[in-house]
């Protein structure tokens, strides 16, 4: 009976706080969106020829062991986006030939497609593999004596949006960063795993990201659809010894990026837009289909977020992004808290058993007690409310419904990926190198819309 309610005090307590850590972001995004300035802008209706671009952009895909999907991704971006200021780095590496002759077979000999293949084994890191690509994108500037105006960044699996390139060309012009919404792909053969990063990226790309954004803190990248002012990448090269602007010892150095970005000073920008149709702007992808795969990846950005970002960055920032920096960080102990939570329940359910058959006594709470468990009660159906809106927005109300219904496996999968990061980052702490344990991939989304 003791444990059964220090339990309930200490899993209560703690969820009321991040309680009201949601429900701030939720009264700052209600009151931008009541006086427009959270109001999701919509693109007029615009010609079938595409707009010049104010300056050349570069592309990066870094890519390991993704013959299955870089062909369709590489395709579908030179058909997307067909103007002649773009060009397109995919980076390989020397033991994997099947991923570079995909890219070559895509590319159907454009010449804006540049293959980049790293004098190393793979796999190293994703930042190592990003920094070659830069390195070969400054041999080209030497060359040609013209620098390109902003790179873009993209995963091996994404599929583009033809607005996309001007949005970001736009955006680019007043801020060093400007990045777009990301929008998982549904897939109907993975409800319950794939399907559940739906509503993650729904609610925090349309909501946390964009009150972000509007209270002026660093926006940490998604690492696709996103694009960078080229001088800056220059700042942040110098600034790590001249080698590249990515840190190949960080697992998530897209995260790092954003905010070392802002910590240089740069303008940052979150650019939500909706197409003429009322389809929202956005880099599209499948992400893992299996418990393994979504747990791999979850791990590592865990631990690259909340633990190796704890290291190297530090607390030193503004009001805003601290309390930030703080929400990007609660993933190991909203964990536990989860955990804990879960283990009540068992404890429950076996404490009720014994009561109705007289072997332990009843649970007398405190009038406190009760009022954080009904208050936490209370959250969760808000929480619940807010997850099937955003979801049910941009997938429709069946997908909302499935959102609320997946609750229990995005925290079970929330849990074990807080328990794997933690013990990787002891494994760190211990001298063991950081490798690229990148998802594999095995469906696109423009593959998957053609098979359905």
């Known amino acids: 009976m003791l444990v059964e309610h220090e339990l309930l005090l200490f899993a ?18 209600l009151a931008m969106r009541v ?3 959270a109001k999701t802008r919509r693109l007029p209706a615009t010609g079938a020829a595409p707009v010049p ?17 870089i062909g369709a991704t590489v395709r579908h971006a030179l058909a997307a986006w067909p103007q002649a200021e773009l060009r397109l780095y995919v980076g390989t590496y020397r033991n994997d030939p099947s991923t570079a002759e995909a890219v ?31 390195r070969a994108l400054e041999l080209d500037e030497r060359r040609s004596g013209q620098a390109v105006r902003m790179v873009i960044m993209h995963d091996a699996e994404d599929m583009v949006d033809p607005a996309a390139l ?10 060093d960063l400007a990045q777009l919404p990301v929008l998982p792909e549904p897939l109907p053969h993975s409800r319950w795993i794939a399907s559940h990063y739906c509503e993650e990226f729904a609610e925090a790309h349309g909501k946390a990201m964009v009150v972000r954004d509007l209270l002026g803190a660093g926006i940490p990248t998604a690492g696709v659809g996103c694009a960078i002012r080229r001088p800056i990448l220059t700042e942040l090269s110098t600034k790590r010894g001249g080698d590249g602007p990515f840190a190949p010892e960080c697992l998530t150095e897209d995260y790092e990026l954003g905010l070392g970005i802002a910590a240089l ?16 702007v956005a880099t599209r992808a499948c992400f893992p289909d299996t418990l393994e795969g979504a747990l791999r990846q979850k791990t590592r950005w865990v631990h690259g977020i909340a633990f190796q970002s704890w290291d190297r960055l530090g607390w030193r920032a503004r009001p805003m992004d601290m309390w930030m920096r703080m929400r990007d960080r609660t993933g190991p102990l909203a964990a536990l808290i989860m955990a804990s939570a879960y283990l009540l329940l068992l404890i429950f359910a076996v404490a009720w058993l014994a009561r109705r058959a007289d ?13 954080l468990v009904l208050v936490n009660l209370a959250s969760f159906v808000w929480r ?5 809106a955003f979801t049910a927005r941009e997938y429709g109300w069946a997908e909302g419904v499935r959102a609320i219904l997946r609750i229990p496996i995005t925290n079970m999968i929330a849990i074990l990926a807080g328990k794997r990061a933690f013990v990787d980052y002891l494994g760190t702490l211990r001298g063991a190198s950081p490798r690229w344990n990148k998802t594999i991939h095995m469906v696109h989304p423009a593959l998957a819309r053609a098979s359905g």
């Open 384 to 388: 619940a409310a807010w997850r099937f």
């Open 166 to 175: 001007g949005l970001l060309d736009d955006a680019i012009g007043s801020h």
């Open 359 to 371: 072997l332990a006594p009843p649970l007398v709470l405190s009038a406190a007690l009760s009022s």
């Open 265 to 280: 000073g740069g303008r940052s920008r979150f650019v939500r837009c909706r197409g003429a149709n009322g389809r929202l």
């Open 12 to 29: 209560g307590f703690f969820f009321l706080i991040g309680a009201i850590d949601e429900f701030a972001v939720d009264v700052i995004w």
């Open 104 to 134: 070559i077979e895509a590319a159907g000999g454009d010449t804006r497609l540049r293959l980049v293949i790293h004098d190393c084994d793979g796999p190293s890191t994703k930042a190592d593999c990003l920094n070659r690509l830069y």
């Open 35 to 37: 006086s427009g300035r």
């Open 53 to 69: 671009l104010a300056g050349e952009a570069a592309v990066f895909i870094a890519a390991w062991r993704e013959a299955g999907v």
